[in-house]
Every structure is written in C-alpha cells, then in structure tokens.
C-alpha cells in the first residue's frame, strides 16, 4: 500500500518537497486544460524532482458523465491534448472523474461515458473515479482499465478492483486543502523524469553498492553518497531521505 494525496490546489516546490518528507508518494491532480486547479507542465516538473508521482485526472463538472459517448469522445480528446502538452507519457493513466452518486438507470449512460474516452485516449491506460457502483459497472462491461474508488456514496463497500482508494475528503496538510488516498499498485502514475527506475531496484542498489561504497568514507563522502542514493530514489518515485550525520 502507498499513500497519496488528491488537490485541487496548485502544489509549490515547498510544499511538494514537505509531502515528500512526509511519506506521501503520489498527487492526484486535475489534467484540463484551463482554470485554476489545472496541472501545468511547471507544476508536474516540481513534483517529480519531489519525488511524487502524478495521476491524472480530468474533470469538468462533476456530472460531465451523463453527456455519455459524444462527451466522453470530447473528453478524451482534450484530456491527450493536455497531457502531451503537461509532458505525461504514453502508457500512463488518465482517469474520467464520475463524481456522483450515479445510480442504476443512470449506468448504462456513464458506461458510454467511459469506453468513448477510452476510444479517444490511444497510448494511454483509461481509468474511472467513482462510487463502489460505478467501480463495478464500468469493470464488468470492460469499459476501461484502472479505478480509482471513492469512499464517498461507496455506503461501507470496497471494490476488489481498485487501483487507488480515496478515503478521507477536505482536510488541511502543509497549508493544502487535500483528500487522502492510498493505492496498490498498477496505477498508471506518472512524472517528467527522463526515465523511471523499479523503486525495489532502487533499494537494491543502494543496499548492495553504495552503502558498501561509502561504509568507512569521510563525512563529505557520506554526503556524497546520499545524494547519489536520493538522486536514485527521485528516479523511482521514492521521497528522498535526508543526510544524519555519524
């Protein structure tokens, strides 16, 4: 299990840097094109040599869904735009926001929702963020790929198929208004470094040689040899770890 955060508050350096610190390892931010919450392309930097991972999410309002297969075309259109625009990668997530509590006429609609965006998001994982219900519906009509579950109209159930659990809404953190979230792997995150490293190879490595390396160096090597270590863990997602000296 990880934990993550969602906003619709811009992340600075500063605070990227102290969510880091604090062992959070993903943001969930909002990839459109326009308005004040969206994610930028500076902002998605920031996070990444934060060490974050960035999922995207896109939403227009909050019932966007029932605009069904010609606004999830629309849709989806937009979010791949934005997305190469922001520098997130093909073979990453984009998930539709269906943030209601849809109810059973309405699924079918929502459904047409998601499998168009999913037609309009070539390269790229489609995910769904909604209820329990909304979760199983679009999962057994095979609509799209990743999910991301919301406790919120869930009314206690848990999705078997989760990728990502948001679990508490409207709180402060680090001066952010934010959720809480946590996930399990194979969400579609993403971030703007040039390449990505296995955080377990990650570890390995320094575990294995760089810990080694260092084991009877100066103080300026030890230094060193942290930074090497955080410049790895950035690569794979990981917070970086700060230096203790001894």
């Known amino acids: 299990?990880?934990?993550?955060?969602?906003?619709?508050?811009?992340?600075?350096?500063?605070?990227?840097?102290?969510?880091?610190?604090?062992?959070?390892?993903?943001?969930?931010?909002?990839?459109?094109?326009?308005?004040?919450?969206?994610?930028?392309?500076?902002?998605?930097?920031?996070?990444?040599?934060?060490?974050?991972?960035?999922?995207?999410?896109?939403?227009?309002?909050?019932?966007?869904?029932?605009?069904?297969?010609?606004?999830?075309?629309?849709?989806?259109?937009?979010?791949?735009?934005?997305?190469?625009?922001?520098?997130?990668?093909?073979?990453?997530?984009?998930?539709?926001?269906?943030d209601f509590d849809a109810n059973l006429s309405q699924m079918p609609i929502v459904i047409d929702y998601i499998r168009a965006a999913s037609e309009a998001t070539p390269g790229y994982f489609t995910g769904v963020y909604g209820s329990y219900a909304v979760i199983e519906a679009i999962r057994n009509a095979g609509a799209c790929s990743r999910f991301w579950q919301t406790y919120a109209w869930s009314r206690g159930r848990k999705s078997e198929y989760r990728h990502i659990y948001q679990y508490q809404n409207d709180m402060v953190l680090n001066g952010v208004r934010i959720d809480l979230n946590e996930s399990y792997g194979n969400e579609g995150w993403w971030n703007t470094l040039a390449y990505m490293l296995r955080s377990e190879d990650v570890n390995e490595i320094i575990e294995r040689f760089l810990s080694h390396e260092f084991d009877k160096a100066s103080e300026e090597d030890k230094v060193r040899r942290n930074y090497l270590a955080n410049e790895l863990r950035k690569a794979s997602g990981q917070p970086v770890q700060p230096y203790v000296a001894g």
Not at 13 to 21: G, K, L, N, V, W
Not at 42 to 48: C, K
């Open 1 to 98: 299990m990880t934990k993550g955060i969602d906003c619709a508050t811009p992340l600075t350096r500063a605070s990227a840097a102290a969510f880091a610190r604090d062992g959070y390892r993903f943001v969930c931010r909002y990839l459109v094109p326009t308005g004040w919450k969206r994610l930028t392309k500076e902002e998605a930097d920031i996070l990444s040599e934060a060490g974050l991972q960035i999922v995207s999410v896109f939403e227009t309002k909050a019932d966007r869904a029932l605009g069904g297969r010609e606004a999830g075309l629309q849709d989806g259109a937009l979010a791949v735009r934005t997305a190469r625009e922001v520098g997130q990668p093909e073979g990453s997530a984009i998930y539709f926001a269906v």
